[in-house]
């Protein structure tokens, strides 16, 4: 795993690594890719039996995340990466240019511990999977 160096209090248990942008994301919570098909609406149409014939446009891939716990510091760096217009994401399901609508945030921890934050967000890809790889 690179040259990654643990923190105090922090431990790896192998799993997903996501590239999102410049931010290194190691410790997930929830992981969860999904392929949504596009359809041309205006070239779709519904035969004389009844029976719709939709023209497939291309697939849609989006990604949500969850992290339970991460430390101020880089909770700011990852919100810094997903405020951004383009966000290059590379993860096992996907790799290309995404964006990100929603970032909601929570104070997990605020004691003599430390503090922690949560978030949940969804990248979405920015171009259709046109060329039979999405699914």
Same mark, same amino acid.
Do not use: C, H, M
């Given at each position: 795993m690179d040259d990654y160096?643990?923190?105090?209090?922090?431990?790896?248990?192998?799993?997903?690594?996501?590239?999102?942008g410049n931010f290194t994301l190691r410790i997930l919570h929830g992981?969860? #890719?999904?392929w949504e098909n596009v359809y041309d609406t205006e070239n779709s149409f519904t035969n004389f039996d009844g029976s719709e014939e939709k023209i497939l446009k291309g697939i849609r891939f989006s990604l949500k995340v969850t992290v339970d716990r991460i430390m101020p510091e880089d909770f700011n760096a990852l919100v810094a990466e997903l405020k951004? #217009?383009?966000i290059p994401l590379e993860c096992p399901d996907f790799e290309g240019e995404c964006y990100c609508d929603n970032i909601p945030?929570?104070?997990?921890?605020?004691?003599?511990?430390g503090v922690r934050y949560g978030v949940s967000f969804t990248?979405?890809?920015?171009?259709l999977i046109t060329d039979g790889d999405g699914l």
């Open positions: 160096v643990l923190r105090e209090n922090e431990s790896l248990n192998g799993g997903y690594t996501l590239y999102i992981y969860s #890719p999904s951004k #217009p383009t945030g929570d104070l997990k921890q605020a004691n003599f511990n990248l979405v890809a920015k171009s």
